[in-house]
């Protein structure tokens, strides 16, 4: 339950050529991002083809916070027990993005089920992560180092890449008290088929790994101006989690570089 509640936003590698740029996280070089303040993400979720939930983002207007400046995401998650392959789950998730490095400055989740709840929260005091993470009554709080990039953030970045086929992608994402490291590869250009119509897609492939296991996301971003991610699949070993974008409301003001 706790893997596919991260990871379903990644949700988010197959070999890249030798050619390739070195692994990192290249992102464009325009004035302006690709999503804008007021931006709403409506994802149908499916497992097996059986409808299993829905999750809803957006992206709220510059806010000065005690935690800094910045643009707060917000995102909802409600799956079925079939999605989670166990149990219900309904989550709330807030991430407040910083426009200058594009990571998080402050980062909170809440995942309610039939067993307990399960919390994290993290803040970003320059190259360090402040943590407090609770399931249930055991608690667990400390420090990282590292940048903040959280699974909701982590959308909003895979959108910003500096798409080449063969182009590695390598971070650590912060979910549940730890930094998980993804890699991957941009594979390539690829027309999937939507709720609007076919629609033409950079394919990405990850692998994350959390402790001693992995797991492989593939994502597609779309190649028009706002670049949403218009599909992301979990390959778990109970099924395949498959997220569609089948909403999509832009936003009306531009998140300028900074």
């Given at each position: 339950?706790?893997?596919?509640?991260s990871?379903?936003?990644?949700?988010?590698?197959?070999?890249?050529?030798?050619?390739?740029?070195?692994?990192?996280?290249?992102?464009?070089?325009?004035?302006?991002?690709?999503?804008?303040?007021?931006?709403?993400?409506?994802?149908?979720?499916?497992?097996?083809?059986?409808?299993?939930?829905?999750?809803?983002?957006?992206?709220?207007?510059?806010?000065?916070?005690?935690?800094?400046?910045?643009?707060?995401?917000?995102?909802?998650?409600?799956?079925?027990?079939?999605?989670?392959?166990?149990?219900d789950?309904?989550?709330?998730?807030?991430?407040?993005?910083?426009?200058r490095?594009?990571?998080?400055?402050?980062?909170?989740?809440?995942?309610?089920?039939?067993?307990?709840?399960?919390?994290?929260?993290?803040?970003?005091?320059?190259?360090?992560?402040?943590?407090?993470?609770?399931?249930?009554?055991?608690?667990k709080?400390?420090?990282?180092?590292?940048?903040?990039?959280?699974?909701?953030?982590?959308?909003?970045?895979?959108?910003?890449?500096?798409?080449?086929?063969?182009?590695?992608?390598?971070?650590?994402?912060?979910?549940?008290?730890?930094?998980?490291?993804?890699?991957?590869?941009?594979?390539?250009?690829?027309?999937?088929?939507?709720?609007?119509?076919?629609?033409?897609?950079?394919?990405?492939?990850?692998?994350?790994?959390?402790?001693?296991?992995?797991?492989?996301?593939?994502m597609?971003?779309?190649?028009e101006?706002s670049?949403?991610?218009?599909?992301?699949?979990?390959?778990?070993?109970?099924?395949?989690?498959?997220?569609?974008?089948d909403?999509?409301?832009?936003?009306?003001?531009?998140?300028?570089?900074?």
């Amino acid at each position: 339950m706790l893997k596919l509640a991260s990871l379903w936003f990644v949700l988010i590698m197959m070999a890249a050529p030798a050619y390739a740029l070195p692994c990192g996280m290249h992102r464009e070089a325009g004035s302006a991002l690709p999503y804008s303040a007021g931006e709403e993400l409506s994802y149908h979720m499916r497992v097996g083809g059986v409808s299993a939930g829905r999750a809803h983002l957006k992206i709220g207007s510059l806010e000065r916070t005690p935690y800094g400046v910045g643009y707060p995401i917000r995102a909802d998650l409600e799956t079925n027990a079939y999605a989670a392959f166990a149990t219900d789950l309904a989550g709330k998730f807030l991430s407040l993005l910083d426009p200058r490095s594009q990571e998080s400055r402050f980062y909170r989740s809440k995942l309610n089920q039939p067993k307990g709840s399960i919390s994290d929260r993290a803040v970003r005091n320059g190259g360090v992560i402040r943590f407090e993470h609770a399931k249930g009554k055991r608690r667990k709080e400390g420090t990282l180092r590292g940048a903040l990039i959280d699974p909701v953030q982590l959308i909003y970045g895979m959108r910003d890449l500096q798409f080449k086929q063969g182009q590695k992608v390598c971070l650590r994402m912060y979910a549940y008290s730890g930094l998980n490291r993804l890699r991957g590869t941009v594979v390539g250009k690829e027309t999937i088929a939507t709720a609007v119509g076919n629609v033409e897609t950079w394919r990405i492939d990850l692998f994350l790994k959390r402790d001693a296991s992995s797991y492989k996301v593939r994502m597609w971003v779309g190649k028009e101006s706002s670049r949403p991610l218009w599909r992301a699949e979990l390959i778990h070993p109970k099924g395949v989690l498959r997220v569609d974008l089948d909403r999509h409301i832009l936003g009306k003001k531009r998140i300028v570089r900074l």
